[in-house]
């Protein structure tokens, strides 16, 4: 695991000066269900509230059919993080059409981002009315595909303050797709070929299907809120390598943004067995919500 925004020491510091923050949350948290409208339709969802919440998360999907994400949203809430997941559009209780390649429609071209963005500004305005506290940090957890959705809906939204992606693409939808095809599927690709080369037909392989090209920069470049991204260095969906380039590019223009990369893993950095990137991405948003107060309380 290689760690880009702080050290071991200061995971330890933190882990002293938060114990109540970090320890003392148990499984008492309230569950309530939630419909909401966006562009015309209404989503289903549930909000997750610990008594105490001291930051708050709405959970954005992957590319997936995905109904709301409640083995992670329990995860969160355990440690004090209120959490809002919900059924993706035309999925589960959602109204609305699903687009994606399970019903062999292209998902990612930028009138659905752009759909699914405004889906997740509607979560969070939703979520804002339902938590007690107003001034707790409300932020932005996503997966996958959630690298385009996520900063599209922080660059139109001024209350969502942090975000966290894992394994979320900074290139643009038709780099993603070149790299995908290039991998093909093959869990053994890292194997037999080098970043180098990983890079080459990324940036230059013909493309296979003709659309507008979402680039996610275009949109961090607006944003000055913190944000983690959590790669997995055997990932096959993304060119980590690659990805990390363009953040420390955003990261000298000084934006706030910081990531780590697990060598051993691989896209599915939210739900392999290796628990390092939760509990990394838990410590984080916590240490965000810790800074946030201290700076208002002074």
């Given at each position: 695991?290689?760690?880009?925004?702080?050290?071991?020491?200061?995971?330890?510091?933190?882990?002293?000066?938060?114990?109540?923050?970090?320890?003392?949350?148990?499984?008492?948290?309230?569950?309530?269900?939630?419909?909401?409208?966006?562009?015309?339709?209404?989503?289903?969802?549930?909000?997750?509230?610990?008594?105490?919440?001291?930051?708050?998360?709405?959970?954005?999907?992957?590319?997936?059919?995905?109904?709301?994400?409640?083995?992670?949203?329990?995860?969160?809430?355990?440690?004090?993080?209120?959490?809002?997941?919900?059924?993706?559009?035309?999925?589960?209780?959602?109204?609305?059409?699903?687009?994606?390649?399970?019903?062999?429609?292209?998902?990612?071209?930028?009138?659905?981002?752009?759909?699914?963005?405004?889906?997740?500004?509607?979560?969070?305005?939703?979520?804002?009315?339902?938590?007690?506290?107003?001034?707790?940090?409300?932020?932005?957890?996503?997966?996958?595909?959630?690298?385009?959705?996520?900063?599209?809906?922080?660059?139109?939204?001024?209350?969502?303050?942090?975000?966290?992606?894992?394994?979320?693409?900074?290139?643009?939808?038709?780099?993603?797709?070149?790299?995908?095809?290039?991998?093909?599927?093959?869990?053994?690709?890292?194997?037999?070929?080098?970043?180098?080369?990983?890079?080459?037909?990324?940036?230059?392989?013909?493309?296979?299907?003709?659309?507008?090209?979402?680039?996610?920069?275009?949109?961090?470049?607006?944003?000055?809120?913190?944000?983690?991204?959590?790669?997995?260095?055997?990932?096959?969906?993304?060119?980590?390598?690659?990805?990390?380039?363009?953040?420390?590019?955003?990261?000298?223009?000084?934006?706030?943004?910081?990531?780590i990369s697990f060598s051993k893993l691989g896209h599915n950095t939210s739900s392999s067995n290796d628990i390092a990137p939760v509990d990394?991405?838990?410590?984080?948003?916590?240490?965000?919500?810790?800074?946030?107060?201290?700076?208002?309380?002074?």
């Open positions: 695991m290689k760690i880009n925004f702080f050290s071991n020491v200061y995971i330890s510091l933190l882990l002293i000066a938060l114990p109540q923050m970090v320890f003392s949350q148990s499984a008492d948290f309230t569950i309530q269900d939630v419909k909401f409208e966006s562009q015309g339709i209404t989503l289903a969802g549930s909000v997750l509230q610990p008594k105490k919440p001291f930051a708050a998360v709405v959970i954005v999907h992957g590319s997936d059919p995905v109904k709301r994400e409640m083995e992670f949203a329990k995860r969160l809430a355990k440690e004090g993080i209120a959490v809002f997941t919900y059924d993706k559009r035309g999925v589960g209780e959602s109204g609305g059409v699903y687009v994606g390649p399970s019903v062999g429609t292209n998902n990612i071209d930028t009138a659905n981002l752009t759909l699914l963005a405004h889906d997740a500004n509607a979560a969070v305005k939703t979520f804002r009315t339902y938590l007690k506290d107003k001034k707790t940090p409300i932020g932005l957890v996503g997966f996958s595909q959630a690298g385009w959705i996520i900063p599209m809906a922080a660059s139109k939204n001024p209350q969502i303050e942090f975000m966290v992606l894992f394994s979320g693409p900074t290139i643009t939808t038709l780099e993603q797709l070149r790299f995908q095809f290039y991998t093909n599927g093959n869990n053994s690709f890292w194997e037999n070929h080098t970043e180098a080369d990983a890079i080459e037909h990324t940036k230059n392989d013909p493309d296979r299907y003709q659309f507008a090209a979402t680039d996610p920069k275009t949109y961090l470049s607006t944003l000055s809120i913190p944000g983690l991204w959590l790669f997995g260095e055997k990932d096959i969906q993304i060119p980590v390598k690659l990805c990390i380039e363009q953040l420390n590019t955003l990261k000298a223009q000084g934006k706030p943004f910081e990531y990394t991405a838990v410590q984080w948003i916590l240490q965000k919500a810790l800074n946030k107060k201290y700076k208002s309380s002074k």
